[in-house]
């Protein structure tokens, strides 16, 4: 910087010299008027730049002047001297010239000329009026100024970096006179430490902020006046609001304008020196905490123990020279724990990461405890040998762990093995549980599960409208409380398959009461429902079975009269007769008047079915062939011949497969095939089946028919629902009472335009079924007396007319008492009653259940025949249970009665 300022003063003096030397020889040419001759001489041997410029052209160039232009002097003598300066400065440099030869500017200027070169270099010019060869003329001087040019930028960028310097310091700095010790200049750091503003320092001395005695403060700068610079730590500056700084600060004597000068910089160390106070204090705190902490700490250096605290040895039982300066292997359990440590701790250590294990320490008097180790490196140039571990005794938390392993054991089998599934949450509807069952149900592995939301795993949709149901945790969350699903929600699995469920969710609260999580409990009651279903229908069939039984056991006592009487009118009428005929015709429509209230009876309440083991196979084609005789509509089998046996009514069952085969043949006007299988299953829990798990033969009947609307199946087997214009609506109803009274269970699946199927699952027989012969129908007249008690007038005259026709004589009784008594006194007399009919129903009076037993207690070999219009009565399949020999249902025809009469007296006369 003092070379700088040493070139700048050098050319600042010559400069002054030649331009002293220019105007000594402008004021003797004009005052001497040399000739033109001497002026030549004098021009060209200028050590500065000298042109003679006349009309404007250049008349004379001294050497200087070419050689600071570049140019020779033909190329200058003649043309425009304006031609060389810069065009931004040719219109200054004319006006300023026009002033100075006018006397009208005496100070030279300065611009900028176009060298040969193509460098532009900078000139200050003067120019002066002459005579030159007789005429006018200019005479200018032409000093080359470029290199005073750049140094004076050089110097004034530097004073600007010096001045950014001073100003953006964080540091003080301020100069002052040691004389008056006035503030001269001070940059803003300082203003901001002594807590004064710009234009108050002008008024402040260094006594004002200097927290120190006067003859102290002139001691230090004599000192720095002597030695030209000292370094002060620890002086006390005071703010103008009056509060204490420490300063640390340097000052050194400059020398301007004749004078001595102090330039001090000040660093205010208030902050550091209170931080290293509260470091000091700190240390001696940690120290203390250190001391004092429940976790045992120790510093290792290259596996030599070198510092621990008292926990630490409390923890090993040992005092602090049992083990300084021995090596850490020694704390370890074992050798082979040591290693493992080791093992973890270069691991993470090594990617400059604390390590931490579990491990087995061993104390002072060798007995072993669990102790959590956390290890940090405290030098970076060794880090796996320079160690501080903390150590805590984590037997308790092992113990704990331990317990609570055993709980969380017991509590995953207490959910694998409920039957319902639960899935928890936290409380943004994430799941972190899901039990055996909930997997299986949503058919979600619970580790795929984890972590997703409940939506996405547990898919609920309203049965009915198959729009999706909201989310469980949403409401659990802003009710607070318990919540249940509404009725027919369904869960779509993840494989397609929907249940029908039922569940509710509860929030799960810390101590505080906080809902951290949800609870859900669902369970799959698809079959429960199916089972609800079928126990409506069969509510229904049996409040219905009611009344069709009280309505069929009066119809059937009429049929009685009607067809009594019709069978014994055809025994006086030639088969040749036209009245013979009419009395054919009428018992047919008599007896499909009773196929009617048989299939009225079939669901009636107390209906049961006369079942025998037999081979299902054979009653199907026996049905199929009999009802699609002259149809265009043809069964197709798939029966096997090792199909279990089954026990049925074979009337029954008969009875459902003729109005299956019915309703398909009546669904394929145009023709078609009837696809009948029968195949052996075993029914289990995944079949959803309300029945019992066993052994079955499934039977399907399958058409390919106009089908049934899905909002009808629901409907199917209700009492008189069809969808026929013809058809008594009881069909179906009769076959599912039939299944249901076998033990089994039928469904139907449909669809528009494809056709129905019917499914039938029968339970299987371990008994083989009996080969039965055909019997011969015949009209067997008997004789005898036979006591006949019936309710109903119209019936006891018929079958006391057929009675006598086959040859019995007959007395009448009109309830269970007055027959008892006709038979007690028949019994005492000489003529006692043969046989006894006895009606199982009598209203108001004693029936035929009461009135068998009456009639055992006077004579154990009575010979009894139930009769009744409920013929599928319990008492009708199993006569011979409560005493009956035979039994006749209402209505029979002559035949029948004698029938089972003959097969009675047959009996006695053996």
């Known amino acids: 910087m003092k070379d700088e300022e040493k070139t700048k003063k050098e050319l600042i003096n010559e400069l002054a010299k030649t331009r002293q030397r220019i105007a000594e020889l402008e004021r003797s ?107 006018p003329a200019a005479l200018g001087n032409f000093i080359d100024i470029t290199e005073l040019k750049r140094m004076r930028e050089l110097l004034r960028e530097k004073e600007q970096r010096y001045q950014m310097l001073i100003q953006n310091s964080v540091d003080a700095i301020y100069l002052f ?57 620890g002086r006390i500056w005071q703010r103008k609001d009056g509060n204490l700084l420490n300063i640390h600060l340097t000052a050194n004597k400059i020398h301007e304008k004749g004078k001595d000068i102090i330039f001090v910089v000040a660093r205010d160390e208030t902050e550091k020196i209170r931080q290293e106070k509260m470091l000091k204090e700190n240390k001696e705190l940690l120290d203390n905490i250190l001391s004092a902490s429940p976790v045992g700490i120790g510093m290792f250096a290259e596996g030599i123990l070198i510092w621990g605290n008292s926990t630490f040895f409390t923890l090993f039982g040992a005092k602090q020279s049992d083990y300084a300066g021995r090596s850490v292997s020694l704390l370890c359990a074992s050798g082979e724990e040591y290693r493992r440590i080791q093992k973890v701790f270069k691991e993470y250590i090594s990617q400059g990461k604390p390590a931490q294990v579990d491990a087995k320490m061993k104390r002072k008097d060798g007995s072993v405890f669990d102790a959590h180790l956390k290890a940090s490196s405290f030098d970076t140039s060794k880090p796996l040998e320079n160690l501080i571990v903390t150590i805590s005794d984590i037997s308790w938390r092992k113990e704990a762990e331990a317990i609570l392993a055993e709980e969380k054991e017991r509590l995953s089998v207490t959910l694998r093995s409920i039957g319902d599934g639960v899935i928890c949450t936290d409380a943004a509807g994430a799941i972190i549980l899901m039990n055996k069952i909930a997997q299986d149900l949503t058919g979600w592995k619970e580790e795929e599960a984890i972590g997703k939301p409940l939506t996405e795993v547990f898919h609920i949709i309203n049965e009915e409208t198959r729009q999706r149901c909201g989310n469980p945790v949403d409401k659990v969350i802003q009710t607070g409380g318990i919540v249940g699903l509404a009725n027919h929600t369904v869960l779509i699995s993840r494989d397609g398959t929907e249940r029908v469920l ?50 069929a056991h009066d119809f ?66 026996d049905s199929a062939s009999f009802v699609l005789r002259g149809s265009n ?146 009209l ?76 055992l207690e006077i004579d154990p070999g009575v010979k009894a025949i139930v009769s009744s219009g409920y013929s599928n009565d319990p008492i009708m399949s199993d006569f011979k249970k409560y005493g009956f020999r035979g039994v006749v249902a209402k209505p029979y025809k002559i035949g029948e009665l004698s029938e089972e009469l003959h097969r009675l007296m047959r009996r006695k006369q053996k």
């Not at 200028?46 to 002097?73: A, H, M, R, W």
């Not at 019936?790 to 007959?810: F, H």
């Open 633 to 778: 509509v043809r069964c197709d089998f798939s029966l096997p011949d090792d199909l279990w046996p089954v026990e049925v009514d074979k009337g029954q069952m008969t009875q459902v497969f003729n109005n299956l085969i019915i309703n398909a043949d009546q669904a394929m006007p145009e023709g078609g095939i009837i696809k009948v299988k029968a195949e052996n299953i075993s029914i289990g829990a995944e079949h959803n089946l309300p029945v019992t798990a066993g052994k079955y033969v499934k039977i399907t009947v399958k058409d390919e028919g106009t089908g049934i609307a899905e909002k009808y199946l629901p409907q199917i087997f209700d009492p008189y629902f069809t969808t026929k214009q013809k058809g008594s609506g009881l069909g179906l109803t009769t076959a599912y009472s039939i299944i249901r009274g076998h033990n089994g269970y039928i469904s139907v699946e449909s669809e528009l335009g494809v056709g129905t199927s019917f499914y039938i699952y029968l339970p299987a027989s371990e008994k083989e079924p009996l080969k039965q012969k055909e019997k011969a129908k015949e």
């Open 29 to 135: 040419v004009a005052e001497t008027g040399w000739a033109d001759e001497f002026s030549k001489i004098l021009i060209l041997t200028s050590p500065i730049g000298i042109y003679i410029v006349q009309d404007g052209k250049l008349k004379l160039v001294s050497p200087n002047f070419q050689k600071i232009t570049g140019y020779s002097e033909d190329e200058l003598v003649g043309t425009d001297p304006l031609r060389l300066v810069v065009p931004e400065h040719r219109e200054m440099v004319r006006e300023n010239a026009v002033k100075m030869l006018k006397k009208e500017r005496q100070f030279p200027y300065e611009f900028g000329v176009s060298a040969r070169s193509g460098e532009m270099k900078w000139i200050v010019e003067t120019v002066t009026p002459i005579q030159y060869q007789g005429r």
């Open 177 to 233: 006179d040691p004389g008056t010790k006035r503030v001269l200049e001070a940059n803003p750091a300082f203003l901001k430490l002594v807590g004064c503003k710009a234009d108050e320092i002008s008024q402040l001395t260094i006594y004002d902020f200097i927290y120190h005695d006067k003859e102290g403060i002139d001691a230090w700068i004599e000192q720095v006046l002597k030695s030209g610079g000292i370094r002060l730590e």
């Open 780 to 855: 067997f007249v008997g004789k005898g007396k036979v006591l006949l008690m019936d309710d109903e007038e119209a019936v006891r005259e018929v079958v006391g007319e057929m009675l006598k026709m086959i040859g019995y004589k007959v007395e009448f009784a009109k309830e269970g008492a007055e027959a008892v008594e006709f038979y007690k006194k028949a019994k005492e007399s000489a003529e006692p009653f043969d046989a006894v009919i006895l009606d199982l129903t009598v209203p108001g009076g004693m029936g035929g259940k009461d009135a068998i037993q009456k009639l």
């Open 556 to 621: 059937n006592n009429l049929l009685m009269a009607i067809l009594g009487n019709i069978s014994m009118a055809k025994m006086y009428a030639s088969a040749d007769d036209k009245l013979f005929k009419s009395l054919e015709e009428a018992e047919k429509a008599s007896l499909c008047a009773k196929d009617l209230t048989q299939q009225l009876l079939t669901f009636a309440t107390g209906g049961e079915p006369v079942k025998k083991a037999a081979f299902i196979s054979e009653l199907i084609k």
């Open 502 to 551: 039922a569940d509710s969710g509860a929030p799960i609260l810390d101590r505080e009461g906080k809902i951290i999580g949800v609870v859900l409990v669902f369970r799959d009651i698809t079959k429960q429902r199916e089972m609800e279903k079928e126990f409506q229908r069969v509510e229904k069939l049996e409040s219905i079975g009611l009344l069709a039984g009280g309505i």
